[in-house]
RNA sequence: CGGGGCGUAGCGCAGCUUGGUUAGCGCGCCUGCUUUGGGAGCAGGAGGUCGCCGGUUCGAAUCCGGCCGCCCCGACCA
């Protein structure tokens, strides 16, 4: 783990004293894990071995970032133990695809680039690292989560050893995984527009808001008597009445819109007398009238609509800001004139990849996962391309 | 640690260069009336050791020295 050190806290005070054995505060939980992974494997029989947990760690950035890169986060963390470093890898993939990146576009409708890492953007320990990388809008690439194949580092430094089949002692083979709290800010900073968030309505803990809408008690009484059958209409859907009774509807409109719920529901006098409502969506700001009978399955079908809205929008704005510059001039042009997703031949060199980090602050985001061999010279160095890379300026 | 910027009412800021009445403005807050289908209007009102310490001066938010805190850029990174 010496990879980490620079950014390892440690606890030295504690109880008004110094103390005789200083606490080091964990950035990630191998060492626990492996420890203790040592007391419990034996033998194959013992394998595979799986552990999640959900913790806060502490990575003492010289630059934290709101939501991004904090001090302290909340993470999920996943440890295994393998018979076989086939199995590790396979598990380290199936994760990153089955779990991470599939619920990043479902669910949180981040549309995200699978891949691997280059050496030198490895975790400390790693065999290999598998990443999911998104673009927020501003062009730059987010680690949105990551999948590491640990072969027998950790196993080694712990004497984590089992009998195999044939009655021969091995080290484990290991893989480690998380995605943390940095995914809030990648949703924020995909999806959110100039009015505020917008929440894909899988995540949103409200997804349709009602907004009630009158002047004296009498029509007040009758949009109340409206509100019953809409809110019946809407069932067990996750719905807010907004009945704050000194706030006027443009203003909570605007409010909700802040605060990114997917849709709402206007309910005032010429609704309540028409049986009808007037439903907005937050992502495209479009409104419609809607019949009460026909509310619950419109909602469905807009809340479908808005979650797929929201991750084809970001999609296709990766799209358009995913370049392939011919060579290094225009890769520097590209990069100068905004940014983005650079592809391009990489000669697997890491002078070279240092050298355009240092000229453009653009760093390889991922390779692909089976690597393919692009046919072409390095965009940097114009040696024999090795690889096909994925560039980009990162948080 | 290097470079740049900022601390004035709950929040966001102006005033400082060129010292001089009760330190302003917007939002928010309080009271009243009118309002309510896209962030209400009018009237009245409350609220500030001007980051801290010291100096210059008849007089300091303003000038000088020191200190503290925050933000941005660079080096490190899920």
């Known amino acids: 783990m010496e990879g980490f050190a620079p950014e ?9 004293e110094k103390l005789e054995e200083p606490l080091v505060i964990r950035p990630t939980s191998e060492a ?7 007391k419990w494997i034996q033998s194959y029989r013992d394998l595979p071995l799986l552990y999640n947990q959900w913790c806060n760690v502490v990575r003492w950035e010289l630059r934290p970032r709101v939501f991004l890169r904090t001090t302290e986060f909340l993470w999920q963390e996943g440890h295994t133990a393998h018979e076989t470093a086939d199995e590790a890898i396979a598990e380290a993939l199936l994760i990153l695809r089955e779990v991470y990146v599939d619920a990043a576009e479902k669910v949180l409708g981040l549309p995200v680039l699978p891949g691997r890492k280059s050496a030198a953007e490895r975790f400390p ?22 999948s590491h194949y640990l072969g ?68 007040r009484a009758r949009v109340h008597e409206a509100l019953g059958r809409v809110k019946e209409a809407l069932g067990t859907r996750r719905v807010k009445v907004d009945d704050r009774d000194q706030l006027r509807p443009g203003y909570k409109y605007n409010e909700w819109e802040l605060k ?17 409502v007037v439903v907005a969506r937050r992502d495209t700001g479009e409104k419609e009238t809607i019949p009460e009978t026909a509310l619950a399955e419109a909602v469905d079908k807009l809340l479908d609509q808005i979650q797929e809205n929201l991750y084809q929008d970001a999609l296709a704005f990766r799209e358009a800001n995913t ?35 240092a000229d453009t602050k653009a760093t390889i985001r991922l390779l692909p996962l089976q690597p393919e061999q692009p046919g072409e010279p390095c965009v940097h160095c114009g040696k024999p391309g090795a690889e096909l890379a994925t560039w980009a300026q990162a948080y």
């Open 323 to 357: 370049f392939t510059p011919k060579d290094y001039e225009e890769f520097k042009e590209i990069i100068a004139g905004g940014g983005g997703f650079l592809r391009g031949a990489w000669c697997g060199d890491a002078e070279c990849e240092a050298q355009i980090k």
């Open 260 to 276: 990114g719920v997917p849709l709402r529901v206007e309910l005032g006098p010429r609704d309540a007398a028409g049986n009808h």
């Open 8 to 16: 390892v806290a440690v606890v030295t005070h504690a109880g008004g």
């Open 152 to 219: 027998q580092n950790f196993a080694k430094a712990y004497g984590v050893q089992f009998q195999d089949r044939e009655g021969e002692q091995q080290y484990a083979f290991a893989t480690s995984w998380g995605v943390s709290t940095r995914l809030v800010g990648g949703v924020i900073m995909t999806h959110g527009d100039d009015k505020g968030l917008r929440l894909p309505p899988a995540l949103a803990p409200y997804e349709v808001v009602v907004v009630p809408i009158y002047k004296s008690d009498d029509e």
């Open 32 to 38: 626990i894990i492996w420890a203790t992974y040592a």
């Open 125 to 146: 320990g790693a065999e290999e690292t598998l990443t999911m990388e998104g673009m927020m809008r501003d062009r730059k690439a987010l680690q949105a989560g990551t």
